[in-house]
């Protein structure tokens, strides 16, 4: 008749039988398999099966019990010398293939968790972009555990709500999240449970809590590695490594390792990121600030410098005609302490925005007037082309203090009898276009970093480091923050323009 086939799993051996077997110097023979009291356990399998009379023997003799060799034969019989040491002789190559084997996968193992170790101490530290760093992080996770679900839940430093970041998701219908939910830190299981951990938190299926499911929605998600990217116990975390997998999956050991010293790499890398952008936007508002506050006072001081000549002249003049000025110039110095006073309430450490509006003649009038200066000095020839009749909107000293700056640096670099023309345009309903071009010359990498922006590495020496670059690059991003822009480039017959966009308004 057809023979059944044996399980694939076996009861586990007695103690007594386990012990028996690893203690043995040779083959055991059992020559009637229901009469002797050796492999009790394995007894009625083996007798479904038809065996009867069996020979034994541990792949390792004289080791730990790691495998054993069976012959069976379907009668009872006894088992020759020669037959037992053939069994012995084979046993112990098929060990030794064994260890060979195991060896072989341990080496391609430590082989890819160096490799990993490797591309996480290189690749993660090149990432200048918190995005950038966050996306290939969790593909090579995935890659590297081979695990269908990898993302990131991040929040911002002192917030109570986490969203999900750079998931990476091999079936979108069985392992899939919702991206876009705000995951409450402090009443989500699954949050509070990796973030009270040391290190890695497992979760089984049967422990992600409904409202955990409502953002963690695939259906084949069985269980749940979590780490939180802890870089100091005084530092708070802002991120947690998700990986989802079956519920049958398991996690060796060294991949367990792996993960948290990845783990600990992209929290180094991400808070190192954070920082550094946090510190240059920082720098870059203050130094804005200041540049700005030093042009209030350089006006300031000219003002009232004007002011003090005026009330000395009075001296020297009639009566009346003193009398008739003094309330002239006393006005003049309330109207300049009054426009000091919001700057002083509103702008100390931070950018306070102000709406207005002006003729652009009128700018361009006051402008021009306090250049004046610097233009006769350099003998230039001047002209103003094309005069749009729009108002300027938005925050006008600023935007006057900027075109003040972009036409003195155009003056400087001109030579002496020069031209500078200023071209307005409007092609577009919103913004004026106000070109400047002189024909001085200019340093090329000014040109190319303000257009690209500065070098990447910050601790470089750079031309926005230091006057006039400095001051462009601070006109520059103040009026982005305007809702304009500032550019510099050269044409092709070497003339140097400076374009603004300014926001235009209705009147």
Known sequence: GKRRALPKTLEPLSTVDWQMIERQSETIAIENLEEDLKLMT????????????????????????????VVGHEATRSWHHSERELVQVVSQQIGLLMHQLQLQRQADQLQKNYQAMQWGLTSMQKMGQLERLEQTATQQIAQILQAPLVTLVTWQPGYTS?????????????????PDVLIPLQSDALMQATLQAEGLTLLSGAEITAETRYWLSGSEIGQVLAIALRTDPD??????????????????????????????????????????????????????????????LEELYRTLGMAMRRLNELSSQQEALANLRYPQIMR?????????????????????????????????????????????????????????????????SKIEFVLHEVLTSACARSSIGGRLDIWCRQNDPHFLDLSITDNGSVDPNLVEELEKGRIRDLLMPSVLDQPPGLHLAICQALMRRLGGELHLYQTEDNRVVSRLLIPIGNG
């Open 42 to 69: 394995w007894r009625s399998v083996f007798g479904e099966f038809g065996l009867r009379s069996l020979l034994v023997c541990n792949t390792a003799i004289g080791k730990s019990l790691e495998a054993i060799v």
């Open 162 to 178: 986490a969203r999900i970041a750079a998931p990476q998701i091999k079936h979108q219908q069985t392992f899939g999240v919702i």
């Open 235 to 296: 530092h708070e975390p802002t991120a947690i490594l998700l990986i989802g997998d079956t519920a049958q999956r398991q996690w060796s050991e060294p991949q367990m390792t792996l993960l948290g010293l990845l783990a600990i790499q992209l929290a180094w890398c991400r808070r190192n990121l954070m920082l550094t952008g946090n510190l240059v936007a920082q720098r870059s508002t203050l130094e804005q600030l200041n540049w700005y506050k030093q042009r209030r």
């Open 332 to 396: 003049h110095l309330g109207v300049t302490l009054s426009a000091m006073a919001p700057l002083l309430k509103h702008e100390q450490w931070q950018f306070h925005s102000y709406s207005e509006s002006i003729p652009l003649a009128s700018l361009l009038k006051r402008s021009l007037e306090r250049a004046d200066t610097v233009i006769k000095q350099r003998q230039l020839w001047s002209q103003v082309h094309n005069e749009a009749n729009v108002n300027v909107a938005g925050d006008i």
